[in-house]
């Protein structure tokens, strides 16, 4: 590079413009539109006389009388090419960029602000650096071009037979879409290789986002057109279901499904198995046998209670009173029930022993499970076993049996509305056994603490 040398020109008393989000660069024209008073007394008084303006940016948009402190120090002398008033009482002008300059006194007394700048001027690159540039700032402006496919192809004609460097940076970096603090940046860089290298950096990180932007738009309309593809085929079934007799009542009762189906907060498997039974649904004859079972093992797959629960109590001291109040005497009784809530308490989750009340008709067993669900603010679920004989009355039918339905602790738990329920299983003493099956083997699983939370009801299959 050539030893620079830079010449600095008084202008005095030149109108003052102030811009808003916007950066007017040497050698570039530019429209403008002009809406405060001081700003259109500026313009005319400016083009009533040498058309000199200066034009430099606030550094707070919403000022509306920007003192010396909310300007930039450096802006552009400009020339006004065209002013014109709008019916609206604002006016567009056309400027052309000239030099830059810097403010060093500001006036804001009178009509418009004035100010006495100095024009700074640098001198070129030296011919090797000079072509090194060009050829280096049109190379990465291409790519930019072709990132963001934002620049016409004549606006990269005109700014490729550009020679100067300066001027070729100063009218790339009016072509991107930066921040005013980095334009800003970039007009107050007078030495032309820090210029160089100021827009290089923000080429570099403009095309990186844009390839960013490129990439999450693509993603964007990919997730967009499965959507549509999705939405499409629904139109499709609805109408292929229209044709098959379908009402309007049927295709909203498989949209409420649908929806009921997302919001009950079922576990993975069970909505894995609730949306294929869905599918199913919707390519049936709503009036066939085949719709009815499968619409009555919705209902029940979605009356469970899959995440719905009570606040648990813990009070050790109101469970003992409300024992006490609920049964007179049968202390050993009590004392075991609180050694049991006592040890929940403390531990949390424990899978602990079931507990097991034994005596005579009458003497208070099944009204101490209520005094326990009311000590511990749980809903009180009892389960008659006296006299069942049937193993599938506690496991369920299989679907494959006409009238099937769920055991009793699956149909207990849906009308108790509740996933932490005291559960009762009363008169386990009564239980028959014929040619079906022992009930009581099946009960097994249902008392062993390791292994019913993992109970596998035959209707629902999960």
């Not at 919707?282 to 029940?300: K, N």
Request: hydrophobic share 40%; net charge negative.
């Amino acid at each position: 590079m050539k030893s620079m040398t830079v010449e600095l020109n008084l202008l005095n008393d030149m109108a003052v413009v102030p811009l808003r989000d916007m950066v007017v660069f040497p050698h570039g024209v530019q429209p403008l539109f002009v809406g405060t008073t001081r700003s259109i007394v500026a313009l005319e008084y400016a083009m009533a006389g040498d058309k000199q303006v200066f034009l430099v940016s606030k550094r707070d948009p919403e000022t509306e009388q920007p003192k010396e402190n909310d300007l930039y120090e450096v802006g552009t002398v400009s020339t006004l090419l065209q002013l014109l008033k709008l019916p609206d009482g604002t006016i567009k002008v056309l400027v052309e960029g000239g030099n830059r300059a810097a403010i060093r006194r500001f006036n804001d007394e009178g009509e418009f602000p004035v100010a006495t700048v100095e024009v700074i001027e640098a001198s070129e690159l030296a011919e090797p650096e000079r072509e090194a540039t060009n050829r280096s700032l049109m190379s990465e402006f291409d790519r930019y071009v072709k990132a963001t496919k934002q620049v016409t192809q004549d606006v990269v004609a005109s700014v490729a037979s550009i020679d100067d460097p300066g001027r070729l940076i100063d009218t790339i970096a009016a072509q991107l879409e930066l921040s005013i603090e980095d334009k800003q940046s970039i007009l107050e860089a007078v030495d032309v290789q820090v210029r160089r290298e100021k827009l290089f950096s923000l080429l570099d990180s403009e095309i990186d986002v844009q390839q960013l932007e490129k990439n999450i738009r693509g993603r964007v309309k990919t997730q967009m057109e499965k959507s549509q593809r999705e939405y499409y085929l629904n139109e499709q079934m609805k109408a292929i279901q229209k044709e098959l007799g379908n009402d309007e009542a049927t295709l909203d009762e498989l949209d409420e499904i649908r929806k009921r189906i997302e919001e009950v907060g079922m576990s993975k498997e069970a909505k894995v198995k609730a949306t294929s039974e869905l599918s199913k649904l919707q390519l049936m004859a709503p009036m066939s046998a085949e719709a009815t079972v499968s619409r009555s093992y919705l209902d029940w797959l979605l009356s469970v209670p899959w995440k719905k629960r009570t606040r648990i109590r813990k009070d050790i001291r109101k469970a003992k009173e409300r024992l006490d109040a609920d049964h007179y005497g049968l202390d050993e009784v009590k004392e075991r029930i609180l050694e049991f809530l006592a040890v929940q308490a403390r531990v949390g989750k424990v899978k602990g022993p079931v507990l097991c009340f034994v005596g005579p008709p009458g003497v208070g067993k099944t009204s101490l499970g209520e005094s326990i669900a009311r000590a511990t603010n749980r809903e009180f679920i009892r389960m008659a076993l006296g006299g069942l004989r049937d193993e599938a009355e506690i496991r369920g039918h299989r679907r494959t049996y006409i009238g099937s339905m769920p055991g009793k602790i699956v149909q207990k738990l849906a009308k108790g509305g509740v996933r932490n329920p005291l559960f009762l299983l009363d008169e386990v003493d009564k239980i028959g056994m014929d040619f079906r099956g022992d009930p009581a083997s099946a009960l097994l699983e249902v008392l062993d603490p390791e292994q019913n939370h993992a109970f596998d009801d035959h209707y629902l299959e999960i």
